[in-house]
């Protein structure tokens, strides 16, 4: 337990320095907020044809919290793939109270956007390019770097807003936006969201790392 506490922790700081995910802004409540008792639950809203995507996030980031020593889970291993679909706002909070639900932690994907552009290629990288002569050699290579065609790129940027609420006062305790650019695939996304997440939690002694605090 021990070991995971630490690599966890050290896994925050290192892929919030070198990610494809980044934090925009993030705001804290001035009020002390004790999440040591009773149970998060990460909850997603996520507009995705793959609710894999939405899975991930929220076990990802639950099982950070988890491994923190906090009590979570995501809302779709608590109350299935529906989650809390379709609900009121007293019968939302009615499940959530009677699960023993103290703090809920939002995942929602604001917007997601891509971009197809065209990448000309460069002249430049020809080696030696001023070093001949011979002007049937230059005029080939320069002939052939105008008018290749070329490649495409698609770009894919997700961009995600995380809210933690108390559940007892209905008060909004942290919120935080993030940006992700050209993630690797999902669950690095997912991974990469949960990590730094935690890492600006923890920052903002939003959360503390339990296990430490009870040796």
Avoid at 40 to 46: A, F, L, Q, S, T
Avoid at 65 to 88: F, Q
Avoid at 154 to 167: A, G, K, V
């Amino acid at each position: 337990m021990k070991k995971i506490k630490w690599i966890t922790i050290l896994s925050c700081i290192l892929l919030a320095q070198c990610s494809s995910s980044n934090i925009v802004s993030s705001w804290k409540t001035s009020a002390p907020a004790n999440l040591e008792t009773g149970r998060i639950v990460v909850v997603g809203i996520i507009k995705e044809q793959d609710k894999s995507l939405h899975k991930q996030m929220e076990n990802h980031l639950a099982d950070d919290l988890c491994n923190l020593g906090y009590d979570a889970i995501s809302s779709i291993e608590l109350y299935g793939v529906k989650t809390l679909e379709g609900l009121d706002e007293q019968q939302v909070l009615s499940k959530l109270k009677q699960n023993d639900i103290a703090a809920v932690l939002t995942i929602v994907l604001l917007s997601k956007q891509k971009e197809k552009y065209h990448v000309p290629k460069s002249m430049f990288d020809l080696e030696d390019r001023y070093n001949t002569s011979n002007f049937s050699i230059y005029y080939t290579a320069i002939y052939g770097k105008i008018y290749e065609e070329g490649y495409y790129v698609n770009d894919t940027n997700y961009f995600w807003e995380s809210n933690l609420f108390s559940i007892s006062d209905q008060k909004l305790i942290y919120s935080v936006e993030t940006q992700s650019f050209n993630p690797f695939n999902k669950a690095s996304l997912a991974h990469e969201y949960g990590k730094l997440i935690i890492y600006d939690m923890l920052e903002n002694n939003i959360i503390k790392d339990i296990h430490k605090r009870r040796e």
